[in-house]
C-alpha cells in the first residue's frame, strides 16, 4: 500500500560516513514545519543512552520541531561527554530547521560505549536539510536512516477521517532488542498531522506501546536506547482530539504500533519464522502477558519452531515456570490451529503434518488457553537459528 | 582423583532398550543396606513430572532403601497413569533389594508427553539388581544411566573426617536445563555415609543446593523433572551430626554440589565456554543474584563470549534490565581480569588481547561490581553456540 507522509511534516535521510557501507542511510532528519506535541516511551533499563535522556527531559512537549537519527552509534554509556553530544546533536537539527536549541530531540541506535562522530554528524544533518521532502521516497529514505542490521526499513499507515477532517497516523522503526554485533536497541517515531494536546498524545503512546512494542521481543535483552517517540503537528485542522475522535485515532495509532512491532519481531536476526503467541483464560492481562513473555523468550521454544519441531512440552513447561499460578489441569495449547495439549493432558496429533504446517509457513501460532478467568494478551516474537548465533559471535570489538 | 562409594550403598547401570543407542546406559538403581535418610529439592515449575511429584511425598524419609533412576523418557505431563507408573517403578525398584513398596524413590528425564516403558524398566531394575556393586567402576554405571544429552558423566566426591569419623560424600548429577531435543532436566543424587536426621539432611541439601544449583543455568529453561535428592545412611558410625560436625559435613556437601553444578554449566548442550559470573557490591546476595542469572540468560552475551568478543556493552546492559536498582555511575566490569569499564566510564584496552584470553580458555570469568553494599554471589553458565541450536531445532517428534 502507498504509505503518505502527515500534511506539514517534511524528511530525509543520507549517508554520512557513521556506517562504512556508503550504500547505507546512517542519518534521518524528520521535521515538523510547525511546533508538534510530542510524547516519548523509553527503555526501562537502567543504563540508559544520552539521547534517552535527552528525550525524556523534553517531551511531554508542545513545541517539538524536529527529530534527528543516527545509526551506527548508540551514544550509550558515554556519561557527560555523551550528554553534551546529544545535546549539540539536536540544537544542530533544531537550527537546520531555524527552531530554538531546545525544539529538537535526537534517536541513536549502534555500537555501546562510543562517542558520536560529531563532526561527520554535523555534515550529514546539513546534507538532510537540504534533501528534506514530504514523498513516500522521502520517507523510505528517513526510516532507512534508522537502521542497524535490519534487513529491510520498516513503516507503517493509517488514514482515518474524524469530524470530517482526513487524518494520516505514519510511523517508521527499526529492529528490536539488541540483535546486531553491539547493535542496540529498537526505535520508533510516530508521525501525525492530527491535533493533540502533549498530555493527552503521551497517554495515547502509552498505550499504544502497551499494546504493541511492549508485546514484542527477539532475544528478551532489553537494551540502552529503546525508544517510541510520537509527534502531533496539528497541520490536518480541526480541533484537538477529545472522546469519540481521541477514541478513533487510539485505535489507528495502535494498529501502526503494532503492524512496527510485528514487523520488528518478524525481521529478527536470523529469524525464519514469525511467532505470535496469544495466551487466554488468564485472571489478568498481566499474567497472560508473562506467560506469553515466558513462551517466547525460551530458546527451547524458539530452536523447537526454527527446527519445525511441533515440541509441545517446551511451550506447556516454559508457561510453568513464568512465576504466574495455574492449575496445570486446566492448560490447553495449540500449534497453528492443531490441537497438542488438552485441559492438561496430551492428544494424539500427526506430527509430521504439524512439522509441515510449521515449516511451510513463516507466521507461526501459538495458542495457549488456561482455566484462571478472561484475561488474554498478545506477544510476538521471533525462532532461533544458527545464523542469530553466527550474527552474535562475530568478532566486532 | 578416585570417587570412593560411601559405605553401605551398592549402585549399577544398565541399558534396558528405552535409549536407541545399545551402547548408552538409561536405567540406574541405587541401593542402600540399611534405611537412609533422605531429602530433596524440587522443581518450582507449575508443571512438574510424576516422578517429582512421588520424591516430594516421600521425602524427607527416615528409611529410603532404593533410588531407580530412568533416562530418555522423564514421565512428564502424563497425568493419573504417569503417577501409577512413578509408583510402580519405586515398588520394582524396593522389591529388589527386598525393601517395603514405599522405601524407594525414582528420577526420569527424556522425552515429556510419553509413558514409561514399564515392561523395559521392569527388566532394567532386575537387571541392574544381580550387578549392583560398591566400586568406582559401579559409581560410573550409575552416573551414566542418568545421562541425556550430556558429554560426560558428572561425578564429584569429598572425603571428611568428624569427631575421628571418616566420612564419604559422592555425587551425581546429569545435564542442566531443558537442554537436549525433547530431553527434560537436571538430576542429582548426593550419597554420603553420614549419619544425619531427615530434617537436617533436608537443611542442608537446601543451603547447598542454593549456593549450587540454583547458581547455574544454561538456557534458563527450568525444567519440569528438575531433582536433587540426599541419602544419609550413616554406615560410617557415629552420632546424628550436629554443631561443628554439621558444619564441617555442610562445607562438603556444598562443594560437591558446586562441583557437579559447574560440570553440568560446562557441559551445557554446544557449550565451548563455562562462565563464571561473580556479582559483588550488591545490597544484598539476593539483588546480585538476580543480576548474575539475568547476565548469565542473555544470549547476547552468551554469544559475544562464544565469539571471543569482549562485548561489555552487552553485559552491563543485561545487568541494567536484571529489575535491580543500582547507580549507573558504581558500576566496574572485569572479563578474565581485564579491566573493561569502570565506576560507570569506558576503559581503553586492547580488544585482541582480550579477545585472545576468551578464545584461548574455556573457562571465562565475568567480574561486576557495584556500590550498592558489600554482598555478592557467583553464577555458572555456558556460552550459546549454533551447535545449541542446531541439536534444539532437529526435528524429533
Known sequence: MAVSVPKGFLMAGVHCRIKRDRRKHDLSLVVSETPASAAG??????????????????????????????????????????????????????????????????????????????????????????????????????????????????????????????????????????????????????????????????????????????????????????????????AAGGKPLAGEGLATFQKALTEVCVDLAKAIAGDGEGATHLITI???????????????????????????????????GRIVSAAGYAGVPFDPNGVTLRLNGFLLYQHGTPVEFNGQEVSTSIRDHRDTLIQLDFSEGSASSRFWTADLTAEYVRLNADYHT
Not at 506467560?291 to 521454544?301: C, E, K
Open 41 to 234: 516511551v523509553y527503555t526501562q533499563n537502567l543504563v540508559y543512552a544520552a539521547p534517552v535522556a535527552l528525550d525524556r527531559s523534553r517531551t511531554p512537549s508542545d513545541r517539538i520541531r524536529a527529530v534527528a537519527i543516527c545509526s551506527g552509534v548508540a551514544n550509550a554509556c558515554t556519561g557527560e561527554r555523551g550528554l553534551r553530544d546529544a545535546e549539540e546533536m539536536a540544537r544542530l537539527a533544531a537550527v537546520a530547521c531555524g527552531a530554538e536549541p531546545d525544539q529538537a530531540l535526537v534517536l541513536s541506535t549502534g555500537v555501546i560505549g562510543s562517542f558520536l562522530p560529531m563532526d561527520k554528524i554535523g555534515q550529514g544533518i546539513s546534507a538532510a536539510a537540504v534533501k528534506l521532502g514530504r514523498s513516500e521516497t522521502s520517507l523510505v529514505a528517513a526510516a532507512r536512516g534508522m537502521l542497524t542490521t535490519d534487513t529491510i526499513y520498516k513503516v507503517a499507515h493509517r488514514t482515518l477521517t474524524i469530524d470530517g477532517v482526513e487524518i494520516q497516523v505514519t510511523g517508521m522503526a527499526k529492529g528490536a532488542a539488541m540483535m546486531g554485533p553491539n547493535m542496540a536497541t529498537m526505535l520508533g517515531l510516530i508521525l501525525t498531522d492530527a491535533a493533540i494536546a502533549p498530555q493527552v498524545a503521551q497517554a495515547s503512546l502509552s498505550t499504544a506501546t502497551q499494546e504493541s512494542f511492549n508485546c514484542m521481543s527477539v532475544d528478551g535483552h532489553m537494551s540502552t536506547n529503546d525508544t517510541v517517540l510520537l509527534l502531533a503537528n496539528g
Open 278 to 312: 496469544e495466551v487466554g483464560g488468564c485472571a489478568s492481562r498481566e499474567t497472560s502477558q508473562e506467560i506469553a513473555r515466558t513462551v517466547a523468550n525460551s530458546p527451547l521454544v524458539k530452536t523447537a519452531l526454527h527446527g519445525a519441531d511441533p515440541n509441545w
